[in-house]
């Protein structure tokens, strides 16, 4: 019989993947969107799958209507991915944040447990919630200490799904995910910010790129292998959480020089702390320079996840470096400039 399986947050870069992930195994997919805004199908348009999916309205933040709507879908796996996903926004809108991020959360486990308890649930959490980091690499069992409203919602979300799993005896698994990226990351983000601004800087398009802290480390995966581990997690006998991780972690400044290398132009920094630049080596000309507007009000440190238990228990591992994943971003950007496909 086919499986159904139902993604909040389909229009998001990991609902698209995932979509496309089960497409291919042969789901039948319904994905959500909220109802304030035209559908934003960009992402399942380029995966070529927009015509493969169902699509549904929902609004984490208000909407009474989960239950109605696993009554409707009937799936087997519903995966959470729904998100007020930004951290600056957090911070300007930390109620609404709660609202979508946290007791969205607690909206779905209810209707989960109310249509039918056999629904395997998966939760997409955060390695933001680690924030003011306690220790190096974080696991499953390093203590959380978040620094953000967007952090403190993901933690509430967190541990609902744990506490309906020790509860209820629900199937459900939060996978507790580090950086991941792709050429389907939002512009606001800052891995695809610089790829994309690199992009225009090459076809003379840009000036500059201005950036925050060069130096914050991240540990960066590649989107596509960070939905599998979801998918993973919701076909194993017992239910659990897993850190998703690569267990590297490169700096803004790495991933920036990677960036302009891929497309042929070496970046020397000069200067110091906000007065730091990056300039083209071959003319000497100015193309990276720090907006101290882009500064977190609270970073999280040092964020490097220890994978260990998803390799060990679900054979999952991180297979895309970070060069490799730099190279896919900046390769797509470029094309979609020079296709048109892409307003700049
Ligand atoms: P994303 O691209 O920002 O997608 C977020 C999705 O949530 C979008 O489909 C968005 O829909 C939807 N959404 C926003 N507000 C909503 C609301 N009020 N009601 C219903 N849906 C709403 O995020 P992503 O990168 O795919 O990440 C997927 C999930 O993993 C998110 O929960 C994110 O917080 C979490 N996560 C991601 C990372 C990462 O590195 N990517 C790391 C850790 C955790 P619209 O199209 O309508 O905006």
């Known amino acids: 019989m086919t499986k159904k399986a139902l993604i909040t947050g389909i229009t998001g870069q990991d609902g698209a993947y995932l979509a496309k992930f089960l497409v291919e ?60 996903s930004y951290i600056s926004v957090s911070f300007e809108q930390p109620v609404a944040t709660g ?7 607690a909206r779905l486990l209810e209707a989960v447990r109310a249509v039918d308890p056999d629904i395997r649930f998966f939760q997409a959490s955060s390695n933001e919630m680690f924030g ?11 203590p959380f200490h978040p620094r953000s409203p967007y952090a403190t919602a993901k933690l509430y979300g967190h541990w609902m799904t744990v506490n309906y799993r020790e509860v209820y005896n629900t199937f459900a698994c939060a996978g507790i995910l580090f950086n991941h990226e792709s050429p389907l990351r939002g512009l606001e983000f800052v891995t695809r ?14 000036d500059k790129l201005l ?25 194993t006998p017992q239910a659990d959480d897993f850190v998703i991780a690569t267990g590297k972690a490169y700096s803004v400044r790495q991933f920036v ?18 007065q730091e630049r990056g300039i083209d080596r071959k003319n000497g000309k100015v193309l990276v320079e720090i907006d ?53």
């Open 25 to 84: 195994k042969g789901y039948k997919i319904f994905g959500t969107h909220r109802k304030t805004h035209p559908p934003n199908l960009w992402r399942l348009d380029e995966l070529g799958i927009t015509d493969k999916v169902t699509l549904r309205e929902l609004d984490l933040q208000s909407d009474r209507t989960c239950t109605k709507l696993l009554q409707e879908v009937k799936s087997e796996e519903v995966y959470n991915l729904a998100a007020q």
């Open 99 to 105: 609202e979508i991020t946290g007791i969205g959360v």
């Open 132 to 142: 003011l980091v306690q220790e190096v690499p974080q696991s499953e069992n390093t």
């Open 193 to 206: 910010k610089i790829t994309f601004n690199a992009a225009k800087i090459k076809d003379g398009l840009q």
């Open 211 to 235: 950036l925050g802290n060069l130096n914050a480390r991240m540990d960066w995966g590649y989107a596509p292998e960070y939905v599998e581990a979801m998918w993973l997690m919701l076909n």
């Open 257 to 274: 020089e990677v960036a302009f290398r891929v497309l042929d132009v070496e970046i020397v920094w000069e200067g110091q702390g906000v």
């Open 292 to 344: 101290p507007r882009f500064f977190r009000p609270a970073d999280a440190n040092l964020l490097i996840g220890d994978p260990s238990k998803a390799q060990r228990e679900l054979a999952w591992k991180a297979r895309t470096s970070l060069e490799e994943l730099v190279e896919i971003m900046v390769k797509e950007d470029l094309r979609r400039i020079r296709s048109g496909s892409i307003e700049v």
